[in-house]
C-alpha cells in the first residue's frame, strides 16, 4: 500500500491552536458501521452513545516535559526529547545538533531563560536518525521537571500556558512524550456520568515515544520501520475485558495508543 493514499488536505485554519474549556464540548464525529450514518455531536453525548456494560479502554500515561535544551563545551546549542529510560540516570533521547558523538558533555540549560544549570549528561551510545543514549548526573524525571518543557506537536504554534491541559485527568504514571490525545476531552464529571449509568472504564499504560514526531518518509507503507513504545496491561485489566465480552457488552479503545497495548496483548 502506498504511503501517499493516507494523504488529504486539512486547512490550517481549521486546526485549533487552543484549547476548549470544559473539555467536554469538543466535537464528537459518530459513525455508524452498520448504516454509514454519521452524526455530529458533542463529546458531553458519550454517556448517551453508549450502553450499560460496555467498557471504556483509557491510556493513564502522564506526560513529561521531554524537551531539554543543552549546550556542548564549545558553545553550540543542542535540543533534546527524552524517549525512554534505561534507569534513572540513563535515556535513551532523540538529538537535535551537530557532532555530538559518544563522550561529548552537555550542560543542561534552564528552559524559561536558557541560563546554564549545574546539571550534565554524557553521550554513551549514537543510534540512527538522532537517537543517543545519554547518561546524565541527576535523577531524570526530577531534572526534566525543573529544566525541561512540554513538547507540542509540530501543528501547535501557541505556547502552552498551562500544562495540565496536555494531561488527561486521569493521567498517572509519567513517561509519554506527547499526550494521548483521545483522552484529552474526559472531565472528572463526565467519568462520573458513565460510570452511574454502568459504563465502566479500565485503564492500560502506553508510554508514546519517538515516532509520533517522525513522519513517514517510505513510498510503501509496509516499508516503514516503527520504533518500540514501553506498554503495560495488567492481568487485573485483561480479566476484567474479558469479563466484559462474556457478558456481551463491548469494549471501547479511547484513541490508538489504547489499541495498540490491546492488539499487541491480544
Not at 493514499?5 to 486546526?15: A, C, G
Not at 455508524?32 to 452513545?49: C, E, K, M, Q, V
Not at 452511574?196 to 499504560?205: L, N, P, W, Y
Not at 508510554?207 to 495488567?234: A, K, M, N, W
Request: hydrophobic share 40%.
Amino acid at each position: 500500500m502506498k504511503t501517499s493514499e493516507f494523504d488529504y488536505d486539512l486547512p490550517s485554519e481549521l486546526i485549533a491552536q487552543t484549547p476548549l474549556e470544559p473539555r467536554s464540548v469538543s466535537r464528537l464525529m459518530v459513525l455508524n458501521r452498520a448504516s454509514g450514518d454519521i452524526l455530529h455531536r458533542r463529546f458531553y453525548d458519550l454517556p448517551d452513545l453508549l450502553r450499560p456494560g460496555d467498557l471504556l479502554v483509557h491510556n493513564e500515561s502522564r506526560v513529561i516535559p521531554a524537551r531539554l535544551f543543552a549546550q556542548k563545551a564549545t558553545g553550540g546549542r543542542v535540543e533534546m526529547l527524552l524517549l525512554r529510560p534505561r534507569d534513572d540516570l540513563t535515556w535513551e533521547t532523540l538529538v537535535h545538533g551537530k557532532r555530538v558523538r559518544v563522550g561529548t558533555r552537555l550542560t543542561l540549560l534552564d528552559a524559561p531563560d536558557g541560563a546554564p544549570t549545574d546539571a550534565q549528561a554524557e553521550v554513551l551510545e549514537v543510534g540512527e536518525r538522532g537517537l543517543r543514549v545519554l547518561l546524565f548526573n541527576k535523577p531524570v524525571l526530577p531534572l526534566a521537571k525543573q529544566v525541561g518543557t512540554t513538547p507540542l506537536p509540530p501543528y501547535i504554534h501557541t505556547s502552552l500556558t498551562d500544562p495540565e491541559r496536555y494531561q488527561t485527568v486521569y493521567a498517572r504514571t509519567p513517561g509519554s512524550a506527547a499526550a494521548p490525545t483521545a483522552g484529552l476531552h474526559f472531565t472528572p464529571d463526565l467519568l462520573l456520568e458513565l460510570r452511574e449509568k454502568g459504563i465502566q472504564s479500565a485503564f492500560v499504560t502506553l508510554h508514546i515515544g519517538l515516532d509520533t514526531f517522525r513522519p513517514v518518509q517510505e513510498e510503501r507503507i509496509e516499508d516503514h520501520r516503527i520504533h518500540t513504545e514501553y506498554c503495560r496491561l495488567t492481568p487485573e485489566v485483561a480479566e476484567q475485558i474479558n469479563q466484559v465480552k462474556l457478558a456481551g457488552g463491548r469494549v471501547v479503545a479511547v484513541g490508538t495508543t489504547s489499541v495498540r497495548v490491546l492488539e499487541t496483548a491480544a
